[in-house]
C-alpha cells in the first residue's frame, strides 16, 4: 500500500513506512552559507601543482594544475610539509572536491597565512574525508539519487572507500550504491521513486557496514558528535540553501565549532554548516523524521 504525495511536480511516494525521493533539477546554494573557499595557484614557476589522492607528495598524482587557475576548496587537512619556489613552508593541504584530489596549501594564494576561517577540518569523524559529491552526474537516475550519493559520502566520511569509488568517476560509486541497493541503475524505471532507509542501510551493508534506522533526531544528532555518520532524511525546503520543497536525503558526517557539517548532494560541491535548529527544521516534515545511522 503506497501514499502518493505530489510536490511541485515532483512524486514522492511513502512506502511501508519509508522515504522515498525523487529530485528532477540541480539546486543553487546561497552565498555565505557554504564552508568554501576560492584560492589562486601559484608560485610553480611554470611547473604545474600536482593534484593528490592524499595531503602528502607521495599520494597518487591526478595530474597538475597551473599558475593562475582558480579553484575552489571544500576543507583543508594537516599533511606533509611542502616548501615552494620561494622558501615558503607549509604542512596544510586543500581538497578541491572538481579535482578530486589535495593541493598543497604553500602553493595556494587563499589570502590567508595558514587555515581559512570557516573551512572545515578535511578529516572525518572516522579519520576519512570529507568529500562533498554531486548526485547530479548524468546517470538515468541522478534525479534520485540522493540516497546512493548520500551513502559514498557518508562512507567516505567514515574513513572508508566505497565500492567503484574512484574521485575523477564517483558515478561509478553512486551506481554501485544503487545496485546495492537492488536498483538497476542503467535505466529509470518508472515504477520507483527514489530510494529508502532501507536502501541506504542495505548499501552500506554491502559495503561491510552495519548500519541503523532512528527515529528519534536527538539520539541522531548526538551519533554524530560522539564521531558517528548519518544518513538523514527531511525536507529541502528548510535549508537555508536551498528551499525548494523535496523530501530528500543528505549526510550528516561531523561536528565543529558548534556546528554540523553537511554533505548535501543536491547542492554545490562543499560543506555545509548547519544548526541543530537548522537541521531540526529539515527533519520535521512528513517524509523526513529519519536517519540511517552508524560508526
Given at each position: 500500500?503506497?501514499?502518493?504525495?505530489?510536490?511541485?511536480?515532483?512524486i514522492?511516494?511513502?512506502?511501508?513506512?519509508v522515504?522515498?525521493?525523487?529530485?528532477?533539477?540541480?539546486?543553487?546554494?546561497?552565498?555565505?552559507?557554504?564552508?568554501?573557499?576560492?584560492?589562486?595557484?601559484?608560485?610553480?614557476?611554470?611547473?604545474?601543482?600536482?593534484?593528490?589522492?592524499?595531503?602528502t607528495?607521495?599520494?597518487?598524482?591526478?595530474?597538475?594544475?597551473?599558475?593562475?587557475?582558480?579553484?575552489?576548496?571544500?576543507?583543508?587537512?594537516?599533511?606533509?610539509?611542502?616548501?615552494?619556489?620561494?622558501?615558503?613552508?607549509?604542512?596544510?593541504?586543500?581538497?578541491?572536491p572538481?579535482?578530486?584530489?589535495?593541493?598543497?596549501?604553500?602553493?595556494?594564494?587563499?589570502?590567508y597565512?595558514?587555515?581559512?576561517?570557516?573551512?572545515?577540518?578535511?578529516?572525518?569523524?572516522?579519520?576519512?574525508?570529507?568529500?562533498?559529491?554531486?548526485?547530479?552526474?548524468?546517470?538515468?537516475?541522478?534525479?534520485e539519487?540522493?540516497?546512493?550519493?548520500?551513502?559514498?559520502?557518508?562512507?567516505?566520511?567514515?574513513?572508508?572507500?566505497?565500492?567503484?569509488?574512484?574521485?575523477g568517476?564517483?558515478?561509478?560509486?553512486?551506481?554501485?550504491?544503487?545496485?546495492?541497493?537492488?536498483?538497476?541503475?542503467?535505466?529509470?524505471?518508472?515504477?520507483?521513486?527514489?530510494?529508502?532507509?532501507?536502501?541506504?542501510?542495505?548499501?552500506?551493508?554491502?559495503?561491510?557496514?552495519?548500519?541503523?534506522t532512528?527515529?528519534?533526531?536527538?539520539?541522531?544528532?548526538?551519533?554524530?558528535?560522539?564521531?558517528?555518520?548519518?544518513?538523514?532524511?527531511?525536507?529541502?525546503?528548510?535549508?537555508?540553501?536551498?528551499?525548494?520543497?523535496?523530501?530528500?536525503?543528505?549526510t550528516?558526517?561531523?561536528?565543529?565549532?558548534?556546528?554540523?557539517?553537511?554533505?548535501?548532494?543536491?547542492?554545490?560541491?562543499?560543506?555545509?554548516?548547519?544548526?541543530?535548529a537548522?537541521?531540526?527544521?529539515?527533519?520535521?516534515?512528513?517524509?523526513?523524521?529519519?536517519?540511517?545511522?552508524?560508526?
Amino acid at each position: 500500500m503506497s501514499d502518493i504525495h505530489r510536490v511541485e511536480g515532483v512524486i514522492v511516494i511513502r512506502r511501508l513506512g519509508v522515504v522515498l525521493a525523487a529530485l528532477t533539477t540541480m539546486l543553487v546554494a546561497v552565498p555565505g552559507v557554504a564552508s568554501a573557499a576560492s584560492a589562486t595557484v601559484g608560485r610553480t614557476d611554470g611547473d604545474g601543482l600536482t593534484i593528490r589522492t592524499g595531503p602528502t607528495t607521495g599520494s597518487a598524482s591526478r595530474g597538475l594544475v597551473w599558475d593562475g587557475q582558480v579553484v575552489d576548496i571544500s576543507c583543508q587537512v594537516v599533511g606533509q610539509a611542502v616548501t615552494n619556489t620561494r622558501g615558503f613552508t607549509s604542512d596544510l593541504w586543500d581538497f578541491v572536491p572538481a579535482l578530486g584530489g589535495y593541493l598543497s596549501d604553500a602553493y595556494m594564494a587563499t589570502g590567508y597565512d595558514y587555515r581559512i576561517p570557516g573551512v572545515p577540518d578535511c578529516g572525518g569523524a572516522g579519520g576519512g574525508s570529507l568529500v562533498p559529491v554531486s548526485q547530479f552526474q548524468g546517470q538515468p537516475n541522478q534525479g534520485e539519487d540522493c540516497g546512493p550519493t548520500s551513502v559514498v559520502t557518508a562512507l567516505l566520511a567514515s574513513g572508508r572507500v566505497p565500492r567503484a569509488w574512484s574521485a575523477g568517476t564517483p558515478v561509478a560509486a553512486i551506481n554501485q550504491a544503487r545496485r546495492d541497493m537492488g536498483l538497476d541503475p542503467t535505466w529509470n524505471d518508472p515504477a520507483q521513486f527514489g530510494t529508502s532507509e532501507t536502501d541506504v542501510v542495505r548499501a552500506l551493508g554491502a559495503n561491510g557496514v552495519s548500519a541503523w534506522t532512528s527515529w528519534d533526531l536527538a539520539a541522531s544528532l548526538a551519533h554524530v558528535r560522539a564521531g558517528g555518520q548519518a544518513v538523514m532524511a527531511g525536507n529541502m525546503i528548510s535549508l537555508p540553501w536551498s528551499g525548494n520543497d523535496v523530501a530528500h536525503f543528505l549526510t550528516v558526517a561531523g561536528y565543529e565549532g558548534g556546528q554540523y557539517l553537511v554533505l548535501d548532494p543536491a547542492s554545490q560541491p562543499v560543506v555545509y554548516r548547519a544548526t541543530q535548529a537548522t537541521l531540526a527544521a529539515y527533519w520535521d516534515h512528513q517524509y523526513g523524521r529519519a536517519a540511517v545511522l552508524f560508526s
